[in-house]
């Protein structure tokens, strides 16, 4: 698996990315104060893999998401994506440039109720995006958006329907639909299953990688669930106050856990088995506020493991090796907490 | 040794909304025990009429609903005797007395629940003065002694802040606290957590655990998340469009469940620590129209195990042991599969 996907051809790379949003103007429109929404990220995306990106709200998840697509500008670092006629900077791309880019990449949203038009049949909010991108009969739409809606397994007709007519489960197909009717490299869900009940999230989970597997997409894949994500991801990723605290293969992953926060949360989960053996880690605090993080290590007032030099200096994200998968890490003790693994 | 006696005791409750003519039975006949030192966990997905049975038991139900039939029985173990709730004026003398001071509410938003415009210590205040004859000094020194039971930092500070300035799982806590206040028999939470973090939430599970074990309350938990239940329960209630479908201790509905229903359920959502190659079995088609309910049992458009006989009617309760519950007719074949 871990060859594979270093053979893998890389989609998208993040280098020292950040977003931050100004909170305070001080004398002469100055800006003097920033949430630090997301702090130095740096992630490689691999062409048709899914990467899953969780923490707690506030994270910085959905900022870094919406950054890719540059519905937020970045504040610095680059991305590099790599385009037919090769890599380019997203970042530094014109507003022309970043129309056409779109249709390389697309979202589905959390809320399926809300991101759609709610005076617009089925057709007409997802034909728009049809025409946009050049095709110019309204029966090769009728085809397109028909042949969308039986993929995500819907009835042709519904295409003239209003989204009030269909259920939460249905809309967010229609949501999916929409993503992928420019026929996208690269999806980002953006807490796609949270807003919908069990049964149904299973049904759109399963939706999903049949989608991926059959049109060879990429997805990055935002929630705070993690069984979800441990279901549907190649690589986890997990945030916490605007940086990566913790990168590796899924199961990687979920095997050895090496930052503190990644053990905390996940020994938090509730796990839908009786059998399951219970040993929360309850972490002291809340998670503090991103505007004035807390110095060094930005997890050390809530750390169990906290020593001095977490309250001095920034853990880098290192990159270590276990059985041969790479696993990256931001703290001062990876080394202690390998071998104790 | 404490004792773990019934304190509510709900009997075919009946609660229907009417809107346009139209009536749905959004709670359709549900019989539960609440027992003191206990939790008991009300699962179910949206629109399964697990809330409305909370709000039943609190009054709390929107002008357009009604209990029908049931009774809702509050056994007081004092000189009031056994109260029939379901009687009782809804904003009458009697059941605002009972509101709170003996039976208390937690919901799932706080920032909504609590007042906006008033500082949290005097809300708690509030709380304290109503139900019992003390004075103003001492209703504070009660609600300090309170948060800092509840947990919250700094707590002389934060009894005289607003809401706005709490976070979630504070404001979660001042809840906890403000229901607390009386020494309730009964605590109902309404999905307390679903808004919160999981860091969150394993705090708020840990401090409605030592409640339940300091004061020997009685836990009625509403929740859709069946990790939740797992984590928490002693008892389980599975809803399923307003009827309970089984029921019985934790170990054995989500050890071995009876109710195809159930059954679909734990097969449909993934299990960490379970990894990528886990079957995940969704249930098909969707929850039927509330106004337009199917005949017979209300899982049977979408239940692998469906006959003829179950369009007929909703099957009868059957008991299998002491407490397990269930209410399919084909429930031999689904206990054959474990």
Known sequence: ?341 | MKNKETVISVKNLKTFFYSDGRCNPAVNGVSFDVKSGKTLCVVGESGCGKSVTASSIMQLLPNNARIEEGEIVYKTGDSRGDIHIEKLDRNGKEMRSLRGKDIAMIFQDPMTALNPVYTVGWQIEEMIRNHENVTKEEARKRTLKLLADMGIPDHEKRIDQYPHEFSGGMRQRAMIAMAMSCNPKVLIADEPTTALDVTIQAQIFELMEELKEKHNTAILMITHDMGVVSEMADEVAVMYMGNIIESGTAKEVLGSPKHPYTEALLRSIPILGRGKGQDLNPIRGVTPDPFDRPSGCQFEPRCDYATKECSNRMPDEVNLGKTHMVRCIKYQEVSKNE
């Open chain 1, 1 to 341: 698996m871990s060859n594979n996907l270093r053979e893998k051809e890389v989609l998208l790379t993040l280098n020292g990315l950040a977003t931050y949003f100004p909170i305070k103007k001080g004398l002469f429109g100055k800006n003097t104060q920033y949430v630090k929404a997301v702090n130095n990220v740096d992630l490689t995306i691999y062409k048709g893999e899914t990467l899953g990106l969780v923490g707690e709200s506030g994270c910085g998840k959905t900022t870094l998401g919406k950054t890719i697509l540059q519905l937020y500008k970045p504040t610095a670092g680059e991305m590099i994506y790599s385009f037919e006629d090769g890599p380019k900077n997203l970042a530094n791309l014109s507003k022309e440039e970043m129309n056409v880019a779109r249709q390389k990449m697309q979202i589905v949203f959390q809320d399926p109720q809300s991101s759609l038009n709610p005076a617009f049949t089925v057709y007409q909010s997802l034909s728009d995006p049809l025409k946009k991108f050049g095709i110019k009969s309204r029966k090769e739409r009728r085809q397109i958006v028909g042949d969308l809606l039986e993929a995500v397994n819907m009835r042709r007709e519904y295409m003239d329907r209003y989204p009030n007519e269909f259920s939460g489960g249905q809309r967010q197909r229609i949501g999916i639909a929409r993503a992928l009717c420019v026929n996208p490299e690269l999806v980002i869900c953006d807490e796609a299953v949270s807003a919908l009940d069990v049964s149904i999230q299973a049904q759109v989970l399963n939706l999903l990688m049949k989608l991926k597997e059959e049109r060879g997409l990429t997805y990055i894949f935002i929630t705070h669930d993690l069984s979800v994500v441990e279901y549907i991801s190649d690589r986890v990723a997990v945030m916490y106050l605007g940086r990566v605290v913790e990168l590796a293969e899924s199961e990687d992953l979920f095997a050895n856990r090496l930052h503190p926060y990644t053990q905390a949360l996940f020994s938090a989960i509730p796990v839908a088995d009786i059998n399951h053996n219970k040993k929360r880690i309850v972490l002291k605090g809340d998670v503090p506020s991103p505007a004035n993080p807390p110095s060094g290590c930005h997890f050390h007032k809530r750390c169990f493991m906290c020593k001095e030099v977490c309250k001095e200096k920034e853990p880098e994200l290192r990159r270590f090796e276990i059985d041969g998968k790479e696993h990256y890490v931001a703290c001062h003790f990876a080394e202690e907490n390998i071998k104790n693994a």
